[in-house]
């Protein structure tokens, strides 16, 4: 009876000291004091500074906490949950942005050198949380990843005219390689690419601004880019009238009514003038991809995921790279304050014009 008086007494003096509420009944029925989780949790939204935050979670702590945290609260809060010591929405969130900006699980989110982050979370929590913040975000995608509307088609015209002369523009579409972690099994050998490894060939579209207007995710590596095309539904919107406009590609794609692509061995002024004109035009959609995977090195580096996980990865960082657009450019074009010019717009083509009589009369008349 002694030893067990002797264990309540140096209880009562731990709950003192860490402030623990413990059952003494508990200890007088086991005879040990139960065993205490001690996480020692650094607040990265009052360590970093302004810039230093910036340069770790690729956004701001106002725009984290105030814009991006609420879209996904509900998503996140695990607090009424029966599992002990929950994460907090707001580290759940910090710990998927920097993976986002680093591709790495543990060695910046975990414990790091040279006082870096530390999370208080292992490797595995913190997998779990990558993917249950990107599930969150990405089920935001059909609300931020919209095609134009008739304004900002209009508007799209208008500064893809500005920047090379093209008329009638609705977007640029190209296709980008996500490597990804072989998926196993049976399925493995058709996300290996012509590079030899495993990709996800993502096809997207861009908008004027240089923001995401649609995105698909569900093509393997060996699949060609025209063949995406043809399995989206965004041949059916345009082939239906629903979405009027041309689209820029390259030589990757068939030439269509609404698909540009350079004409191969041009023969006179007009025709060199026109690819020169659409390639000038193109390369926008280059830049935005390079500027993308800068913003967020886990889709330059390549997923190590699920593919489930990497699916809802690359969503979430074309959601979070919409929301920079508009939150870096707030209404930088709107059809008060900007010129509608008729030259930005073409005649559309005459019935039962194909892609290739489309194209030759596009640049006969507006670049001879």
Request: glycine fraction near 6%; hydrophobic fraction near 40%.
């Amino acid at each position: 009876m002694d030893d067990i008086d002797e264990d309540v007494f140096q209880l009562e003096n731990v709950d003192r000291l860490f402030d623990i509420e413990v059952d003494e009944e508990d200890v007088m029925t086991i005879g040990r004091i139960p065993k205490r989780y001690l996480r020692d949790y650094q607040n990265p939204f009052e360590h970093w500074r302004e810039h230093e935050f910036l340069h770790r979670y690729r956004f701001s702590e106002d725009v984290v906490m105030h814009y991006i945290l609420p879209l996904i609260r509900d998503a996140l809060d695990i607090a009424n949950s029966n599992r002990g010591l929950p994460v907090s929405p707001e580290i759940q969130l910090a710990i998927a942005l920097r993976y986002y900006a680093t591709n790495s699980f543990q060695v910046v989110s975990y414990t790091c050198q040279q006082m870096e982050i530390v999370h208080g979370c292992s490797q595995s929590t913190v997998c779990l949380i990558v993917r249950r913040v990107s599930v969150a975000l990405a089920g935001l995608f059909n609300q931020i990843v919209q095609l134009p509307s008739r304004e900002e088609q209009i508007l799209n015209a208008q500064l893809f005219y500005n920047c090379g002369g093209m008329r009638s523009i609705y977007a640029l579409i190209d296709g980008v390689l996500i490597r990804i972690a072989s998926p196993g099994k049976a399925i493995a050998e058709i996300f290996r690419c012509r590079k030899s490894y495993f990709v996800l060939n993502v096809l997207a579209i861009i908008d004027g601004e240089g923001s995401f207007r649609y995105l698909d995710v569900r093509h393997p590596g060996s699949v060609h880019d025209q063949t995406a095309v043809d399995r989206s539904a965004l041949k059916l919107l345009f082939e239906t009238g629903l979405v009027d406009g041309i689209i820029l590609g390259d030589p990757g794609y068939a030439c269509t009514r609404y698909l540009f692509t350079p004409i191969p061995n041009p023969v006179n002024e007009a025709k060199e003038s026109f690819n020169e004109s659409l390639i000038a035009t193109r390369s926008f959609i280059e830049r935005i991809f390079g500027r993308w995977k800068r913003k967020f090195p886990c889709i330059q580096l390549g997923l190590s995921t699920k593919l489930d996980t990497s699916m809802a990865t690359i969503c979430t960082t074309a959601v979070l790279w919409n929301i920079y657009v508009h939150l870096n450019y707030p209404n930088q074009y709107d059809l008060e304050g900007f010129q509608i010019e008729p030259e930005a717009f073409a005649e559309p083509p005459r019935p039962g014009m194909d892609g290739f009589e489309y194209r030759r009369e596009y640049a006969m008349r507006y670049f001879s």
